[in-house]
């Protein structure tokens, strides 16, 4: 069932920014602006739109709430664009990792994963049961911890998928404390 036919629209931007990621003429990927579409796309516009697609309507909650998901899914491309810093380097791709440099790549991760955790904050002022999505910090503190210890090439690789964990425990449970307060 469509819910409004401008959602097609929002769906094929999503594709388009899907492919130019690394496709086509410029890839904005490799200009340093990878974060920023993701950010958008696998955080605002996800959590918002899937929010209007399920009730018709969007809250504050899921606007505050996008920014904790864009900041996982950005996490998840910093991570991998730290270990790829070399590499990319050398075939002149300019990630914003290659921008940016080794440290304050990793101080970005980690500052993407605080800000995730301040939204559930922040939301758990209005509804407080969202605040079980905390104990996904059990995850993200091994990861923080080895990102800040310099860990390199395979040791970036276990913090990528300790992030994809990462992020799956916080939507899990960040879901949980939304349903249970509804």
């Known amino acids: 069932v469509a ?3 401008w959602l097609l629209a929002v769906g094929a931007a999503a594709i388009a920014a899907g492919w130019f990621y690394t496709g086509g003429p410029r890839p904005y990927g490799y200009l340093g602006l990878g974060e ?10 996800a959590t918002t739109g899937t929010t209007y697609v399920a009730v018709e309507t969007t809250s504050a909650t899921a606007w505050i709430a996008s920014i904790g998901v864009g900041c996982l899914a950005c996490a998840l491309l910093v991570i991998n664009n730290l270990r790829d810093i ?23 991760y980690i500052a993407l994963i605080v800000l995730a955790f301040v939204v559930v904050v922040v ?12 104990a996904a910090a059990g995850v993200a503190i091994p990861a923080v911890a080895s990102v800040r210890r310099g860990a390199r090439e395979l040791g970036l690789v276990a913090v990528l998928a300790q992030t994809g964990r990462l992020q799956l425990a916080y939507g899990v449970l960040f879901s949980i404390g939304l349903v249970s307060g509804s």
């Open 123 to 134: 939301i758990a002022f209005d509804r407080w049961q969202v605040i079980i999505a905390l």
């Open 3 to 5: 819910t409004t036919w």
């Open 86 to 108: 070399p590499t990319d380097a050398a075939s002149g791709k300019r990630t914003l990792a290659v921008r940016l440099g080794d440290a304050r790549t990793r101080w970005l």
């Open 36 to 45: 920023l579409f993701v950010f958008v796309f696998f955080g605002v516009v």
